[in-house]
């Protein structure tokens, strides 16, 4: 139990573009996900919490307009990476907590981002 | 700020032996306590969480918590080459679930 997907695994665009991640609980309904970002050799950096059915919370100095977030159902939310740079080139890594008021989060694959 | 410190690594040892991580945190209020694995290139996956002080077993791994100390360790035993990794310590403070990791620190298992 607790499988949390994501596509796609990696991606790779031009600048200026943008991309969408997908990130899916598989065998549970998840209230709550969240979303990281993680640069080589750096720890895990929380990007934003996601919350099905209302607006996410994002973590100081993330933007919120340039990762735009959607949870619109108990098993999908989605980051959106508008108008990427090279800068945003990262391994974008998404997780759920299995059941509200439990804090055990499962993480997916991670998705690897490279903007040319 | 809450902060999660973990010893600077690198960490190596031989196969067979025990591998001890530490772990030090900074705000008093924490909750849970987690010790995810993550191998180059892989997203993190869950070894253990505790959230009372003692010891808590699971196989090869041990995880003990002393919250007056503000200190929380994992052991391997009998270290394997495929526990080679990233060892991140992560906590949480309050009922929002978010996470505070630390940098991790890197095991490597010679054979």
């Known amino acids: 139990g607790a499988v949390v997907s994501q596509h796609p695994s990696w991606v790779i665009c031009k600048s200026g573009t943008s991309v969408k991640i997908e990130c899916r609980s598989l065998?549970?309904?998840?209230?709550?996900m969240f979303w990281y970002r993680q640069f080589p050799k750096q720890s895990l950096m929380l990007m934003a919490t996601s919350n099905e059915g209302s607006k996410a919370t994002y973590e100081q100095g993330v933007e919120k307009d340039k990762f735009l977030i959607n949870h619109a159902s108990l098993t999908l939310s989605t980051l959106t990476v508008t108008s990427a740079h090279p800068e945003d080139s990262s391994f974008y890594i998404c997780?759920?907590?299995?059941?509200?008021?439990?804090?055990?989060?499962?993480f997916g694959p991670g998705t690897r981002l490279t903007v040319l | 700020q809450k902060e999660v410190e973990q010893n600077s690594g690198p960490l190596s040892v031989p196969e067979g032996a025990i591998a001890s991580l530490n772990c030090t945190y900074s705000?008093?209020?924490?909750?849970?306590f987690f010790w995810y694995r993550q191998y180059s290139g892989k997203s993190p996956e869950l070894i253990m969480s505790i959230y009372s002080n003692g010891d808590k077993e699971d196989g090869r791994f041990t995880a003990q918590l002393n919250k007056a100390s503000q200190y929380v360790s994992l052991l391997i035993r009998d270290s394997q080459p495929s526990d080679s990794a990233t060892y991140l310590c992560a906590v949480t403070t309050g009922a929002n679930s978010k996470l505070t990791f630390g940098k991790g620190i890197t095991l490597s298992v010679r054979p």
């Open positions: 997780s759920a907590v299995l059941s509200p008021g439990t804090d055990t989060q499962y």
């Open positions: 065998d549970f309904q998840a209230t709550t």
């Open positions: 705000d008093r209020g924490s909750q849970s």
